[in-house]
């Protein structure tokens, strides 16, 4: 099993461009999240997605857009890079509920410039 | 709402000595609490976690914390240090939703 992976590793981007961060799992969660990590702040809950066909905002939405793509697949889009979304970013996904672990991916470096 | 508070942004401590990480939650329902550990340039993995019933909880790699209601903290603690411990950890606190609220997170170097 590999997990949960992430696609790219590393990216840098100009100021006002797009990309798109892919995750999938192959657990068979339910569950599927996207974090950002940033010096002293611990990770943030971009967006989630409870199960397929569903999605939330997290606590740090705003520039971002998700789509569930099916179960495995959970991607993350930012439409205009601006600096202040310069950090690592993880996938996690768990079967779903307070109590379940999060599995994370081994997280995407993003520099805006 | 729910919080985490992680006292301490570095700690170090010599090998085999004690390791203690705080954590402190705040919660308006029972928590479920986490531990996960991040080795450098990966990601985050489970250390321990507590959702019911014994309160002193025993993860991976000798790691164990006491959840204590009445002082709203979930402290880590690890006998003896090793090299390998050297490493970034994250409290985290749930309650009654799909989401997970961590702390800043406490480095730990270990001293030869």
């Known amino acids: 099993n590999a997990g949960v992976t992430q696609t790219p590793k590393f990216q840098v981007l100009k100021t006002g461009q797009s990309m798109t961060l892919q995750c999938a799992q192959d657990m068979n969660h339910n569950s599927m999240y996207w974090y950002r990590q940033d010096p002293g702040m611990g990770l943030r809950l971009i967006y989630y997605?409870?199960?397929?066909?569903?999605?939330d905002k997290g606590e740090v939405p705003n520039g971002y857009n998700v789509s569930r793509l099916n179960k495995r697949e959970f991607s993350l889009r930012l439409e205009s890079a601006a600096p202040s979304q310069t950090s690592v970013y993880f996938c996690?996904?768990?079967?779903?509920?307070?109590?379940?672990?999060?599995?994370f991916g081994p997280g995407t470096r993003l520099l805006v410039l | 709402a729910q919080s985490v508070t992680q006292l301490g942004s570095h700690v170090s401590v010599s090998e085999g000595a004690l390791v203690l990480l705080r954590c402190n939650y705040s919660?308006?329902?029972?928590?479920?609490l986490f531990w996960y550990v991040q080795y450098p340039n990966q990601g985050l993995q489970l250390l321990l976690k507590?959702?019911?019933?014994?309160?002193l909880v025993k993860g991976i790699n000798g790691f164990e914390a006491e959840f204590k209601k009445s002082e709203t903290s979930f402290h880590l603690t690890k006998p003896s240090a090793h090299m390998s411990d050297a490493a970034e950890y994250f409290c985290a606190v749930s309650s009654n939703d799909y989401k997970l609220s961590f702390g800043a997170g406490t480095t730990v170097t270990v001293r030869a």
């Open positions: 507590y959702t019911t019933g014994a309160t």
């Open positions: 996690a996904s768990g079967r779903g509920g307070a109590r379940e672990t999060q599995y």
């Open positions: 919660s308006s329902v029972p928590p479920y």
């Open positions: 997605s409870a199960s397929e066909g569903t999605t």
